[in-house]
């Protein structure tokens, strides 16, 4: 996957260069201080605009949090295509996992789950989720063909499990997420999946059963 990168197209016209330099400076604010420490006076002084300006487009600091990485965000997580809905599953965490172990990715992630007030924004933070676990769900869809996951398996779900673990260790419990974990996971699900009599010590023991490819 690519590094979360900020930068994004730039248009015509003062009011978009203005947004575009706010966003800009928000999103370096962000990089530099973090979400606790995010400042919109700081943002204001590297946009090289007043602060008032910001308050009035944005009204709040975590409408422009989210506002800003919605407008920027850079970073593609691939659909792998290994073969198998395991391994593909697999490959997918990896991307996860690796995205979020990254300083940047971990500050977005943290940035992105901030409450906004702004139904635009918050409208906008569903469609960019929604839009990826629609490009994800060929994963599932490809293993119903393949005849690995029942015809009502669902994909939305299988995705929700796979990355929720991950994103729970860097949103909450502050947790390390080792280079089993993924792996792990993804055995649990299909354990579940193919109906599989497999007690979750013995997964966690073992780092689970396989699923036939």
């Known amino acids: 996957m690519t590094e979360p990168s900020h930068r994004s197209r730039r248009t015509g016209g003062r ?3 203005v947004r575009q330099a706010v966003v800009d400076a928000a999103v370096t604010v962000l990089l530099e201080r973090g979400p606790d420490h995010f400042s919109v006076a700081e943002v204001a002084t590297k946009a090289g605009v007043h602060e008032t300006s910001i308050y009035r487009r944005w009204r709040t600091r975590e409408n422009l949090i989210v ?9 593609v ?5 290994t ?9 997918l965490a990896r991307s996860v996992a690796t995205y979020l172990t990254h300083p940047a990715g971990a500050t977005f992630t943290r940035a ?19 839009s990826r676990l629609q490009l994800a769900a060929v994963i599932i869809e490809r293993g119903i ?22 994103h729970m260790r860097v949103l909450l419990t502050h947790e390390p997420i080792d280079d089993t974990l993924p792996e792990r996971i993804v055995d649990l ?8 009599d497999t007690s979750i010590s013995a997964l966690s023991a073992t780092g689970g059963p396989r699923v036939d490819d």
């Open 189 to 196: 699900i299909c354990a579940g999946l193919s109906g599989t």
């Open 83 to 91: 073969g198998s809905v395991r391994g593909d599953l697999i490959e």
């Open 145 to 166: 063909q393949r005849r690995e996951l029942p015809r009502a398996t669902d994909a939305r779900l299988v995705l929700e499990t796979v990355i929720a673990p991950l």
């Open 112 to 130: 992105a789950a901030v409450h906004v007030d702004d139904e635009t924004i918050a409208a906008a933070r569903r469609k960019f989720w929604e």
């Open 67 to 75: 506002d800003a990485l919605l407008a920027t965000s850079g970073a």
């Open 77 to 81: 997580i691939p659909v792998p295509d």
């Open 15 to 17: 009011s978009a260069r």
